[in-house]
Structure formats: C-alpha cells, structure tokens
C-alpha cells in the first residue's frame, strides 16, 4: 500500500487514523460537531473487519467500548461537551479496571449545551479531573487534519502501551475544516497492540502491582479474571486491605508520571532565539503561527510553544524557556484554564499574559500580535 494524498475533513482524519491504528469498534451516539466520525466508521469498519454501533446514549456508549476492549478489539468513542459529562462515570470505572481505548471529545462551547455549532477550548480541566478520585490522564490536542489522523494513532497506542483510556481534544473548527494530507502507507507509522500474557492461566495476574502496566489478556481467550471498579487485588477482585489499595492507586498515577518524556509531546516553532513565548493548543495555535511569523516581521522575536500533549501538562518544556524569555503570552477559548497550568508551570520566572475568547469565534492572529507587543 503506498502514500495517499487526500483532501480531508478533520473529522474524516480521525476515522482514518482510527482505521490505521487497528480500531476494530466504535459506540457512539450522535452529537455536533463529533458527529462525521460516527458518520464515517459506520460505513468504513465492516469493510475493515470492525463494528459499528449507535447506542441508546452517551453512557451506554462509553460503556460498550470499555466492553469491547476487554473482548480483545481497539475502540473509539467520539462526543462533544454535553456527552463527555455523560461519559465520565464510565470513564473513570475505565482507569480503574485498566482498559484500554480512545476517547475524541470535539470541544464546542458550554456549559450545558452550550454552543454547538462553535468553537470551545473550555474542556481541558474537565479532561484531566472530570471523574473523581485521584487518577492518571493523557490527553492530546491536534490542531491540524494530518495531525487528527497522527494523533489519532498516537491515542491508540498510548492506551494499549499504557492500558488506559486516552483522550483528544479537538475543537470544532479542528474537526470540520479541510486540508490536503498524505496518508502514510500502511508500516510507516508505528502502531503498538497490548501486551498479551505469555503464562498459563492459573498464573495470570491482570492487576499486578509489582509491574506499572501488565499483560491483558481478552476475554474468552481463557484467562479468567474479574473486572470492576471498586479497588481491587492482582486478580481483579475488590479488596479493603490498605496495602493492596495504596499500591494500586500509586502505581496507576506513576505509569503515567513516569513515563512523561515517552508521553509528553510537543512542538516548538522559532522559540530557540525567542523574547516572547505563545502557549497555544488547537485551533488557537493555528491563529498563534501566523502572528508568530508577523510579529518576526516586525522585528519582535517571538516563538509558539504548541503542545500535542497537554496531560500530563508540558511543565518541562514551559520551564526550558521560563528563565530566557521576557513573557508567555495563552491565548485560549476559555476563560483561563490552560492559562493557570502554565503560570504554576513558570512559577513567577517571567509574565504571563493571557486572552481569550468564549463568543463561538476564534482568536485572531492581530489579537495575538496585540497580547505580544503590550508586554
């Protein structure tokens, strides 16, 4: 199979990426602006050996995909604000019991049902502490239709690398604009599958504390062990014994927390020489690349720092630059929650500025340019 060049949806990316990364599921139920990659796995994973369901609601949704994980088979979910509340209850019983699969969340404003038709960046808090308890998040946020489809895959396979859910953030700008893309040919990009058990049955432990991520074995395959979300023994079944609960709660933070330099990505654009340092994610960070290169034309040294994780936070690399330059400068679609991470990230090392906006219209370029000289 050789390179593809297509004209995509952003949305459309991450049906392929899904299809690339081996996604054999998908449960979802429809929800503006989330809605096309239903719309597309629905007519392109019979053909690719998958199944396509449309469940009652959003909570079954999430449930079914948990459930087809634990069968063997990598799945997707997709939603929107409103049913990313749904799904947090399912979501959280996902970290628990240690199941891999995906979740995209095409922000759009809110609360409630807020804006569905706009843009929204307003879900970032929520991603990384919508379900209670103390528990591990990644997140990855695309800001370009190739970068859907990348991170799609990457999704995939930090979830079966690490069994657990992971999170995209998109926004619904991201997710219904179009762009040219080539498509990798198929064993160009590096898809990794779940560690399966290589011991007998009997000595199969699917929640050992003595290793950060065990092997999961699918049901049916002959591996018996229990699944729940109450705080459980190296066999699944729930226990109250303090020692087996305290281990188990630090070893699903401490795979994630120490593994950060395989998780956290990142890209950094004209920042080796930068005075001035703009935070951005998704859509905002597209507007912040443009006036990145306006303000360099004005003669104001200026760089992006563009995650593609943004859980676990990038505190490191916001610290690379926090002694050299004169200010970080957030723009976001919110009223400021990626902007509290990166002050505590800088701690008082430089200014940080902030913008925004929660209209259901983007940020402008001139806005940013605007931010940057007023330091």
Request: proline residues 6%; aromatic residues 8%; hydrophobic residues 40%.
């Amino acid at each position: 199979m050789e390179r593809e060049r297509k004209f995509l949806q952003g949305n459309d990316a991450v049906a392929l990426g899904a299809l690339y990364a081996g996604c054999k599921f998908f449960a979802g139920y429809p929800i503006t602006p989330s809605t096309e990659v239903a719309e597309r796995l629905a007519a392109w994973l019979p053909s690719h050996g998958g199944r396509f369901i449309q469940m009652e609601d959003e909570i079954g949704a999430m449930a079914a995909v948990i459930g087809a994980s634990l069968a063997g088979a990598k799945s997707l979910t997709a939603t929107s604000g409103p049913g990313m509340s749904l799904k947090l209850e399912n979501l959280g019983y996902g970290y628990m019991a240690e199941v891999p699969c995906v979740v995209l969340n095409v922000m759009r404003g809110g609360p409630s049902t807020g804006t569905p038709t706009g843009p929204g960046q307003a879900d970032i808090m929520q991603a990384r502490w919508g379900t209670h308890g103390d528990h591990p998040c990644i997140a990855l946020t695309p800001s370009t239709v190739y970068e859907q489809f990348s991170q799609t895959i990457r999704a995939f396979n930090l979830a079966e690398k690490y069994r657990m859910p992971v999170i995209i953030l998109s926004d619904e700008i991201i997710g219904h604009m179009r762009e040219a893309i080539e498509i990798p040919a198929k064993g160009e990009l590096e898809v990794i599958d779940r560690i399966k058990p290589d011991c007998s049955a009997e000595e199969y432990k699917p929640y050992d504390n003595s290793q950060l991520v065990s092997p999961l074995a699918p049901f049916g395959t002959g591996y018996r062990f229990h699944v729940t979300g109450l705080n459980h023994d190296e066999y699944g079944f729930p226990t109250n014994s303090s020692k087996l609960i305290g281990l188990q709660e630090e070893r699903l933070t401490a795979k994630v927390e120490e593994n950060y330099d395989d998780i956290v990505l990142t890209e950094h654009f004209y920042c080796d020489d930068a005075e001035y340092i703009i935070f951005a994610f998704g859509s905002s960070a597209r507007a912040s690349k443009d006036a990145v290169l306006n303000l360099r034309k004005k003669g104001i040294k200026a760089g992006l720092l563009k995650p593609l994780t943004i859980w676990p936070f990038p505190d490191k690399d916001i610290l690379k630059y926090a002694d050299k330059v004169k200010g970080f400068v957030v723009p976001e679609l919110s009223l400021g929650q990626t902007v509290r991470e990166v002050r505590r990230a800088v701690n008082g090392k430089c200014k940080v500025e902030h913008i925004y906006r929660v209209d259901s219209e983007p940020i402008s370029p001139a806005m940013i340019e605007k931010a940057v000289e007023a330091i």
